[in-house]
């Protein structure tokens, strides 16, 4: 065999002596050149150079094989299909004498996802050659079809340490039990050649790792003597597959100087552990982390994304901010940890951000960027910013779902209608979207006419829930009650919204025999039990609300959350009736337990910029002209027959206070005033506010709309109220 290969390469050796002997000398200076030129990647200029020695292609026929060789691997680096053709065609006549040209038009077909192309010029060849086995293996593996890699090494009678590389680097592909058993068969056959040859070692180690033998892949690393950072990388990657996070830490902590591909794999397996101690380890490592590695975009976008999962989007930020160049990736992380906050003031600044540094934007990013204004819910600004998609990503089914939420969410049903009219297939995200907008807007009808024309394949537990939503909001309990009966399988969520539906609209007997029917066949549900206490307070039900905080206290000792919404809730009824010193008793035990109850916020939209507003704010600079706003339309609507409903005040009254500027220090009544402040003949207003509206505040609103003959919209927690010009809101009370 050994002197089969020598005589082999010998004429491999003198055939290419043979053909340099006949290339001209300026066509060898040529080779030369491109050839450095395609090992630097540097393609086009190789083309360019290619183009000006061949003077237009006059003479293009009578080149080397050996330029062509050059000019197809240029071409394979670019992907240039038609031009890599038109090359073929040339050499077609050429190809059975140099199986160096076939090898590289082999490998270009299949790294330009040509694979029946290379399959059929491999076929017709008769003395196939282990580099021409080795171009259709790597292309095999490069079009994710490592099954073929497999089956052509069985046709390979003396296979080298490349085809051996290949043949691991197909099994790591597949990740089977099959592929497990070949990987440890080459195991067997390479052992004396381990040692010297780290492409092959680390390959060896790759598969073992990715088809889930983690302990050979051990043994194996332990054994080598010389371990170089790809060695070090395909263990800690195998570690991350198989769900061994802590392995790649331990790991890690024993390199010395670690590659930039291993901080890579240390900081993504840190976004998977999402701790404290992988927090602190991000921290200490990104302050060692080499000034020359600072321009690996790819670095810096996992040391990011390990930080944001890890929970420290501030550090994050200051991170990214330092950064002299930003790329999309790194942009992508910063939104989407944002996202998972319901921070889209964040977001819209990192798309301006985007927008001044030219950075163009995909489909992903513009996807996120909707989720963001369907947050803020402004009409006018949603408008301003959808104008700026591209028509080619809005062909695209998620863009045309998330829009669908966005004009919902805004109070636009008919810029939702427009886009889901579009839609040639709705799915059942599609349809969920619709149903819901119409639902969040009191369309209920319209919600349970859509439905009634959802596929039942296109229906799930989420239509449940946008269509008993919808029925809810609208009062409609004998329709809800008609969907929910005929639901097989019904789900702790699709139970808490019908127990919602029914508390909504004060029937409450109905509402517990619900829960009794739930809990003879489950464990209690909070959120159940929450729909109903929210109603009741809503009722000024104390007796209720009582009975349900002590069943909850009793049902959930450890849901601190939930019981603190509840105890918040039953304070608030308290409140309504005007028993203070209850309310008094409840929020000392709410102190001492630490918990913090949740900040109301309002924000609006005024000339693209976003104004947020606390209940009796006074940081905006200009608070006197919102506070003297105020009390006008507190005169107005006194004058119009308002009267402040103190039920709606639910903590005791401060000496300096009344019960008329308490309720008007309530966030949502700040940012309509500043509305008219900034623009005293506006004819519609659009706020957001993260809390249930009060009752107060929801009479009032009315009459303001009716006063100042300005729509204004109000997006609270549960739905969005239009309240008219004739005094009416959209909610028809169910709020």
Avoid at 369 to 379: E, M, P, Q
Wanted: charged share 20%; with cysteine.
């Amino acid at each position: 065999m050994l002197r089969r290969l020598i005589t082999y390469r010998f004429a491999n050796m003198n055939n290419f002596a043979k053909r340099s002997i006949i290339i001209e000398k300026n066509e060898r200076n040529l080779v030369t050149q491109m050839k450095s030129m395609n090992n630097n990647k540097q393609f086009k200029k190789a083309l360019q150079l290619f183009d000006e020695h061949n003077n237009n292609n006059k003479n293009i026929d009578q080149m080397s094989n050996l330029v062509f060789t050059q000019v197809l691997k240029s071409c394979t680096g670019l992907r240039d299909f038609q031009r890599g053709t038109k090359i073929h065609s040339i050499v077609s006549n050429r190809l059975n004498k140099d199986s160096y040209l076939l090898t590289s038009l082999i490998h270009f077909y299949m790294q330009c996802n040509q694979v029946r192309q290379a399959e059929e010029l491999f076929n017709i060849i008769k003395e196939k050659t282990l580099p021409m086995f080795g171009a259709l293996m790597k292309g095999y593996i490069t079009n994710h079809q490592a099954n073929k890699v497999i089956t052509l090494f069985d046709q390979i009678d003396n296979p080298d340490e490349t085809i051996y590389i290949l043949v691991l680097n197909a099994c790591a592909q597949l990740k089977t039990n099959q592929a497990l058993i070949l990987t440890k068969q080459i195991c067997n056959i390479v052992q004396d050649k381990l040692q010297s040859n780290s492409y092959l070692s680390t390959s060896l180690l790759d598969a073992l790792a990715k088809c889930g033998d983690m302990v050979e892949a051990e043994r194996l690393f332990h054994s080598l003597v010389n371990k170089i950072s790809p060695m070090h990388g395909a263990l800690m990657k195998g570690y991350i597959e198989n769900q061994m996070e802590n392995k790649v830490i331990e790991h890690f902590k024993h390199i010395e100087k670690p590659s930039e591909s291993v901080l890579t794999l240390f900081f993504n397996a840190c976004a998977q552990l999402k701790t404290d101690e992988a927090l602190n380890l991000i921290k200490k490592t990104s302050k060692t982390i080499s000034k020359s590695f600072s321009l690996n975009s790819r670095l810096l976008t996992s040391l990011l994304d390990a930080l944001v999962k890890c929970g420290d989007l501030n550090y994050a930020q200051n991170l990214f901010d330092q950064l002299p160049q930003k790329t999309l990736s790194m942009y992508k992380v910063m939104i989407n940890g944002y996202l998972k906050e319901n921070n889209s003031f964040k977001i819209l600044n990192l798309f301006s951000q985007m927008k001044l540094n030219h950075i163009e934007i995909d489909h992903i990013i513009w996807t996120s960027i909707i989720k963001a204004l369907a947050y803020i819910g402004d009409l006018e600004l949603s408008k301003s910013i959808v104008e700026q998609i591209p028509e080619s990503c809005l062909i695209d089914n998620q863009i045309h779902n998330a829009l669908i939420h966005m004009w919902g969410k805004s109070g636009c049903v008919d810029g939702a209608e427009k886009v889901f009219i579009k839609i040639s297939q709705p799915n059942t995200i599609g349809y969920a979207a619709m149903i819901n907008a119409y639902g969040l807007n009191g369309q209920g009808l319209k919600a349970i006419e859509l439905y009634e024309k959802v596929p039942d394949e296109f229906i799930n537990e989420a239509t449940y829930i946008c269509i008993l939503n919808a029925c809810s909001h609208a009062g409609l309990v004998d329709k809800a009650l008609s969907i929910f009966n005929k639901i097989e399988m019904k789900t702790e969520r699709i139970y808490t919204v019908m127990t919602d539906c029914l508390s909504r609209s004060f029937f409450f007997i109905e509402a517990q025999q619900l829960i009794n029917e739930y809990e003879s066949f489950h464990l209690p549900s909070a959120p159940m039990y929450l729909a109903l206490l929210s109603a009741a307070r809503n009722a000024k039900n104390h007796h209720l609300s009582q009975e349900i905080y002590n069943r909850m206290k009793k049902h959930f000792p450890q849901l601190s959350d939930s019981i603190t919404s509840a105890a918040i809730l039953l304070s608030n009824v308290y409140g309504s009736i005007g028993d203070m010193e209850k309310v008094s008793e409840i929020r000392i035990k709410l102190n001492r337990s630490g918990v913090k109850k949740k900040i109301g916020l309002s924000w609006t939209v005024i000339d693209g910029q976003v104004y947020e507003f606390r209940a009796h704010d006074q940081s905006h600079p200009q608070s006197k002209e919102i506070y003297d706003e105020i009390e006008k339309i507190s005169n107005e609507l006194i004058q119009h027959g308002h009267q402040y409903d103190s039920s709606w005040i639910t903590r005791p009254i401060n000496q300096d206070e009344t019960e008329t500027s308490v309720l008007c220090g309530h966030s949502e009544r700040l940012a309509i005033a500043w509305n008219f402040v900034s623009k005293p003949n506006t004819s519609r207003i659009q706020l957001g506010k993260n809390l249930r509206i009060c009752g107060d505040c929801h009479s009032a609103i009315k009459l303001i709309a009716s006063i100042r003959q300005c729509e204004i919209v109000v997006r609270d927690a549960n739905r969005i109220h239009h309240f008219f010009k004739n005094g009416q809101c959209s909610c028809n009370n169910f709020f």
